[in-house]
């Protein structure tokens, strides 16, 4: 076991040693001038004009594109936006309704649309949008990354489609000690992802090594922090997988996926994030489990079907390479670090709305039920998800309608799995319709046809219904 220590030891000291390194030549200033109204407007406007290129572009690698996932893309209907609504969409269609035909690249055509219902999207994206004939389209926003994150978060809609394990996001508690273990396996998986695979013998071994390393940091774990680690790999490093080997079939001067996922790493790694619960969890999911895929990639040939089975990516990984089983004295002599230095719990916070909201609006869905939205930014909480900055929401059952855009939404755990509590922060309380009824302090009685406008959001009643009022809080 000695042997085995110095082994590993050496090789994780070196690949240590050149990611900080790199880690080092991180962080270069950037001198940003003023840019006047007048060039705003025209490097828009050039922008825009460029989403019709972009299209262009991936369509020109149609069928290396599909390859990359197999049953992923089995016909493009994947658009680019801009800020005006005007969108570009690639779709294998001999006729669109309301859509202009502009140009066809390897036999799939391009359409093209001005339409103030994408506008709602604005600097964002939209998933499984539904056109005419049960057409469902996915879009991104115009920007330097539009194509790449078309092609992650289109992989999300069909991730839906396939069997997701649960992310569970309560009971989660990790501690300081299992965070350091957590970036030394980073700095392991750098060092894989920038060595030659025809060292193969060495290569190898330094796989069994993070996974043994990973497997000892589990073991401090309680099950359910273990299954959402596992489970948020499954979701976002697949899709980050999926997004760079894209990326690398249309940037062909950029070097191999190892570097371009690692480049990619250090970024996430590099954004300072307060919650380290969220950071641990679901930020960097994305290169960890990413990076997983890449080793899959190599050493399991068929790992995209188990994938879409449920398997999760460390487990197909733990599967092929057996971990050697560790204990704290191992740990302490391969990475440096003793359990009695950083014992400090990290507990998931708890969110309390009432605290930090002086005003809200409350109401309950059953599950099953539609809510879409799409947020700038989330967080998890022990008692449930913040989204912040929503561009789209949109909720409706037989008594009521719920559309607009909102600054917060708190989706609240609730003891009852057959329902969900939702929460919006708001200004104020409105005032009362000519169409409701004041029957008590704290209740009306509103009219069907009834319309609130609260807070960006608007309220369609469809039927007579109350609404109760208190304490700062409006509740259907």
Not at 109 to 128: E, G
Not at 445 to 450: A, K, M, V
């Amino acid at each position: 076991m000695n042997k085995f220590h110095d082994f590993i030891k050496q090789g994780f000291d070196k690949m240590h040693k050149e990611f900080r390194s790199t880690n080092h030549k991180r962080n270069i200033m950037m001198k940003i001038s003023i840019i006047s109204p007048f060039l705003l407007l025209f490097f828009t406007q050039v922008n825009a004009q460029s989403a019709l290129k972009k299209i262009e572009t991936f369509l020109k690698h149609a069928e290396e594109i599909k390859q990359v996932w197999p049953g992923y893309i089995k016909k493009f209907h994947h658009g680019i936006y801009g800020t005006d609504g005007t969108t570009y969409l690639a779709l294998e269609a001999q006729d669109l309704e309301g859509w202009k035909k502009t140009k066809t690249v390897n036999n799939i055509p391009i359409w093209v649309k001005k339409d103030k219902t994408f506008k709602k999207f604005a600097n964002l994206f939209f998933l499984n949008y539904p056109l005419q004939n049960d057409v469902l389209i996915d879009g991104a926003f115009n920007d330097k990354n539009a194509i790449f994150i078309l092609f992650h978060e289109s992989f999300h809609a069909f991730q839906s489609t396939l069997k997701p394990p649960l992310t569970k996001w309560t009971d989660i508690s990790i501690s300081d000690y299992i965070s350091t273990i957590k970036d030394k396996e980073f700095a392991i998986l750098y060092g894989l992802l920038k060595q030659k695979k025809d060292e193969l013998h060495q290569f190898k071994k330094n796989i069994v090594l993070y996974v043994s390393i990973r497997k000892y940091r589990e073991s401090l774990m309680n099950k359910n922090s273990v299954e959402l680690e596992r489970s948020m790999e499954w979701q976002e490093g697949v899709a980050a997988f999926v997004e760079y080997n894209i990326k690398h079939i249309i940037e062909s001067n950029k070097p191999s996926i190892g570097p371009m996922l690692n480049d990619y790493g250090v970024k996430i790694s590099n954004k300072t994030n307060s919650n380290k619960i969220e950071q641990f969890m679901r930020w960097s999911a994305y290169y960890h489990g990413s990076a997983i895929c890449y080793l899959l990639d190599y050493f399991n040939p068929g790992w995209k079907a188990q994938i879409e089975q449920g398997k999760k990516p460390f487990d197909l990984l733990e599967e092929t390479f057996r971990p050697a089983e560790l204990n704290q004295g191992d740990i302490e002599k391969l990475l440096g670090i003793g359990k009695n230095i950083n014992e400090k719990q990290l507990k998931q916070k708890i969110f309390n709305k009432y605290k930090e909201w002086k005003n809200i609006l409350r109401f309950s869905s059953n599950n099953g039920e539609s809510i879409t939205y799409q947020p700038l930014y989330h967080a998890s909480f022990e008692n449930g998800t913040l989204v912040k900055n929503i561009i789209s929401f949109h909720y409706e059952n037989e008594m009521y309608k719920i559309t607009g855009r909102a600054k917060s939404l708190f989706f609240e755990n609730s003891e009852d799995s057959k329902t969900g509590n939702n929460i919006f922060k708001i200004k104020k309380l409105p005032k009362k319709p000519k169409t409701c009824k004041e029957i008590s302090e704290t209740q009306w009685l509103c009219e069907g046809g009834t319309r609130l406008k609260i807070s960006g959001l608007k309220i369609d009643i469809k039927q007579k219904m109350n609404i109760h009022l208190a304490n700062g809080v409006i509740q259907f």
